[in-house]
Nanobody, 117 residues
Framework: VQLVESGGGLVQPGGSLRLSCAAS????????MRWYRQGPGKEREFVAL????????NYGDSVKGRFTISVDNAKTTVFLQMSSLKREDTAVYYC???????????WGQGTQVTVSS
């Protein structure tokens, strides 16, 4: 299983950024794709999740109303649209997949998001 994140970078407060996570190497039809983040000196924090059909989503309290998770039609890439970014959103953002049949979890390598003026 391979997860490759992209789209991170430097953005000003109030700006927007879209992260992508391309998944490959598994054939399970039921899974959850999730985003987590870890800011400097902080513990890893849940950001958002979406199921394989794209009809179940959930968000961490700190990003509700600002971030939107979605999945493409091929169900191979998950996106995280981030808006109204704040300095406290600065973190390494990680994508992972939970395969529901086995309980296995796989992580991507992470992508850095820095919110700064």
């Amino acid at each position: 299983v391979q997860l490759v994140e992209s789209g991170g970078g430097l953005v000003q407060p109030g700006g927007s950024l879209r992260l992508s996570c391309a998944a490959s190497g598994f054939t399970s039809s039921t899974y959850f794709m999730r985003w987590y983040r870890q800011g400097p000196g902080k513990e890893r924090e849940f950001v958002a999740l979406i199921n394989n059909d794209g009809d179940v989503t959930n968000y961490g309290d700190s990003v509700k109303g600002r971030f939107t998770i979605s999945v493409d039609n091929a169900k191979t890439t998950v996106f995280l649209q981030m808006s109204s970014l704040k300095r406290e959103d600065t973190a390494v953002y990680y994508c992972n997949v939970l395969i529901t049949e086995t309980g296995s979890v796989y992580w991507g390598q992470g992508t850095q998001v820095t919110v700064s003026s």
